[in-house]
């Protein structure tokens, strides 16, 4: 908290009068009165995606040269039309910027309050085979009233089967239905666990960008710019990420698009000839916006069989250490021969009992099927079988 | 979320030197405006409560102003003043342009009551914040407008007074000493106004 002179300087720097210090004062608390007024965040939104969605960026600027400099530059450009500069045309060419420049625009893209977007990526599929696998893949964005997207959902069809996978994210919980394993995932392992090559929810481009913004950051030289290219008519930015996902021989291209930063593709192909595996190729091929209102009914919906499986949520192993006030970690206490974890947290929480810590560490697991069930993502058996699952795999933990 | 009193960003926060790189990454890409946007709205966002009739107007002002101020950076010289300048000159045209059948008002009333910062159940410090505001209100509503207007910029909005100068296209010493003479004039009434 600064002081008044120091807020004033310059009216209270060469001033010594109390009157006036008062009077400064009090002008002063006008302006904490002012200050408690907050731009309502739904029109704060609203500002930032008409802003955003600007039409015609301001070009370059640039800066007024002195005459002599101008007159310089004007013969310099005569001299270099007349002598017929090979490749001059190049010079005006489109021009890539950082890594991290494509990636901070891309994760900035949002849609307007309560709007949705609806992309239909094709893909193609090659793996080794004569005949490449081609399909789609579907998805819905929807935003809440501040712009930041809330619901999505994805579906990718390739080659003969009907469904090749299934996502579906409501706020803080995410689903997705693995047709191959006819398993469920319910969150919050499901957006992580990649039912093919890349994650769950690829095509909310924004999210891809944060989440390569953050592995640009850890590893630079696994995330690089390429030269800017154009792809089905549009400039794209393009950025080449190695060993993705944990796939070191994997090589993904992302192409946004160069003036709305919205993710027009990708290529995944194997960067080693020693490891190959199926290259993909997805490309935009509509794009189309509408208000939430007119989304279609249960488009949020996962839709999976009734008869699949619903792996059981990970416990919450971050709850250990809250229930237990114990600076454990659990994750080398399960890697080692050491006592149970019970026995463990007994340490320093020395009235825990075994039915007390298995509710603390399937707690938000039991949550999250609870509400997987209430919204119809999942049936009411589906739960009570994974909810049974989940309690018999977290008794095992906590007794071993 | 409650905005903490004290929490304005005032003159000596702000680096002209991060405005000068704001401005020109924005020059070049127009969605790094959103930065200056972000550093400025509220600052704005409270002169335009101060120049419209309702936080609806002063909302769509608000909007106004900065889509204005995008589309017109291209035209933006750093040697020629401020940023902050520049800024509140296009929302000072604005808020005129708003009110060009109306008289020019710049009022105090911009704040709901309901939103001070006040413990409701403590009752004495309503009541002296009451106070406090009566008099404010007092002080303020005995100046013409272009004076409150003055008093907005520095003390509502945070310009300096060299910034101030350059919204009011006046010189920088011409605009001190208006400022120091209407604050004179604050003081000698000042006193009819205290209990």
């Not at chain 1, 101008?70 to 310099?76: N, V």
């Not at chain 1, 947290?345 to 825990?352: E, L, N, V, W």
């Given at each position: 908290m600064t002081t008044l002179p120091e807020r004033y300087p310059d009216i209270l720097a060469d001033h010594h009068d109390p009157a006036l210090v008062c009077v400064v004062a009090d002008l002063d608390r006008m302006r904490e009165i002012a200050t408690a007024a907050i731009v309502p965040p739904r029109r704060d939104a609203a500002i930032r995606q008409a802003l955003y969605a600007r039409e015609s960026p301001p070009a370059p600027?640039?800066?007024?040269?002195?005459?002599?400099?101008?007159?310089?530059?004007?013969?310099?450009?005569?001299?270099?039309?007349?002598?017929?500069?090979?490749g001059y045309q190049r010079l005006g060419g489109p021009t890539s910027v950082s890594a991290q420049t494509v990636l901070r625009r891309a994760a900035a893209v949002h849609l307007a309050p309560t709007q949705a977007v609806h992309l239909v990526y094709s893909v193609t599929v090659t793996n080794g085979a004569p005949i490449a696998a081609i399909g789609t893949a579907d998805a819905w964005l929807q935003a809440g009233a501040g712009g930041a997207p809330t619901r999505s959902a994805q579906t990718l069809i390739v080659g003969s089967t009907s469904l090749s996978g299934r996502y579906v994210q409501i706020g803080a919980h995410v689903y997705a239905y693995n047709p191959m394993h006819h398993a469920i995932l319910v969150s919050p392992e499901a957006r992580a666990t990649p039912s093919w090559l890349v994650p769950s929810d690829l095509f909310n481009g924004a999210n891809l960008a944060r989440d390569l913004r953050v592995l640009a950051e850890r590893s630079p030289g696994q995330v690089r710019v390429g030269p800017r290219q154009t792809l089905a008519g549009r400039t794209v930015d393009v950025i080449t990420v190695d060993g993705w996902m944990n796939r070191p021989a994997q090589r993904t291209t992302f192409y946004f698009d160069a003036r709305t930063y919205a993710l027009r593709g990708f290529d995944a192909v194997s960067a080693d000839p020693s490891y190959p595996t199926a290259s993909w190729e997805a490309r935009l091929s509509s794009e189309d916006t509408v208000a939430a209102s007119a989304v279609p009914a249960n488009t949020f919906m996962l839709h999976a069989p009734a008869t699949a499986r619903v792996v059981p949520p990970l416990p919450d192993l971050g709850a250990f250490a809250r229930a237990c006030r114990s600076a454990v970690d659990i994750r080398v206490l399960l890697a080692s021969e050491s006592p149970s974890l019970l026995s463990v947290?007994?340490?320093?929480?020395?009235?825990?009992?075994e039915t007390g810590l298995a509710t603390a560490l399937d707690a938000s697991g039991e949550a999250a099927l609870a509400t997987a069930a209430a919204t119809g993502q999942i049936t009411a058996a589906q739960a009570v079988s994974a909810r049974a699952a989940l309690r018999a795999r977290v008794s095992l933990l906590v007794q071993s | 979320m409650p905005r903490v009193a004290g929490a304005l960003p005032l003159p000596s926060g702000d680096s002209p030197r991060d405005d000068v790189d704001l401005v020109r990454a924005a020059q070049i890409d127009s969605t790094a405006f959103v930065a200056l946007y972000e550093r400025y709205r509220d600052r704005v966002y409270w002169y335009l409560l101060t120049r419209t009739d309702t936080a609806e107007d002063a909302d769509d002002l608000l909007q106004l102003v900065f889509l204005k101020a995008l589309d017109a950076l291209t035209h933006y010289r750093v040697e020629k003043g401020p940023f902050p300048a520049w800024l509140f000159g296009i929302a000072r045209n604005t808020a005129a342009t708003f009110h060009a059948r109306r008289p020019p008002t710049v009022?105090?009333?911009?704040?709901?009551?309901?939103?001070?910062?006040?413990?409701?159940?403590?009752?004495?410090?309503?009541?002296?914040?009451?106070?406090?505001?009566?008099r404010l209100r007092q002080l303020f509503g005995s100046l013409d407008a272009p004076k409150r207007e003055l008093l907005v910029l520095r003390f509502v909005s945070g310009l300096t007074i060299a910034e101030i100068a350059g919204v009011i296209g006046k010189s920088e010493a011409a605009t001190k000493k208006q400022l120091m003479r209407t604050l004179h004039r604050l003081k000698e009434h000042y006193h009819d106004y205290t209990p």
């Open positions: 600027y640039r800066r007024a040269l002195p005459f002599r400099q101008r007159l310089a530059t004007l013969a310099a450009a005569l001299l270099v039309t007349l002598i017929g500069v090979g947290c007994r340490i320093t929480a020395p009235r825990m009992t | 009022a105090w009333d911009l704040v709901p009551e309901i939103l001070l910062p006040v413990d409701e159940h403590d009752l004495e410090a309503r009541l002296l914040r009451q106070e406090d505001l009566s």
